[in-house]
């Protein structure tokens, strides 16, 4: 039965000359389609140091914890403890000692040019301890 003038049988064949589109070009650069399904950008692998830690927190607190070699960092929601120990083993070529985990929620605020309600964001900090010595150098 057609609705809105399409049948079944049109679409489907349809869909068979764009499969067929799809293996010939596939074909034409002579890698099959099943492995470029397969391949992912390096940057949206899960878990990847590149998507653990965001940015370093710059705080007055930060700056004094620092001092004692406790440096605190942004990092994804969703990130865990090993995650972020891996991933400042990666960029920063330190093993860091103890790794805590501190959820910020997002408080109301007004704005100041027009007064309007507004929210800031909910942050996760990850507090890195590091060994006597050991030092991280935030540009």
Do not use: C, W
Not at 55 to 82: H, M, N, Q
């Amino acid at each position: 039965m057609a609705i809105f003038g399409k049948s079944k049988k049109e679409e489907s064949a349809k869909a068979e000359e764009v499969k067929k589109d799809v293996e010939v070009t596939d074909k034409a650069t002579s890698v099959p389609a099943s492995t470029k399904a397969a391949q992912k950008p390096v940057h949206s692998i899960p878990g990847s140091s590149i998507n653990v830690v965001l940015a370093p927190r710059v705080t007055e607190k930060a700056a004094i914890l620092s001092d004692s070699g406790v440096y605190v960092f942004k990092v994804t929601p969703k990130a865990t403890k090993p995650q972020v120990r891996r991933a400042i083993i990666d960029l920063f070529k330190v093993t860091p000692v103890k790794v805590n985990m501190v959820n910020l929620k997002g408080t109301r605020v007004l704005t100041r040019a027009t007064g309007k309600k507004g929210r800031t964001d909910s942050i996760k900090k990850a507090y890195v301890y590091l060994k006597k010595g050991d030092k991280i150098e935030l540009a």
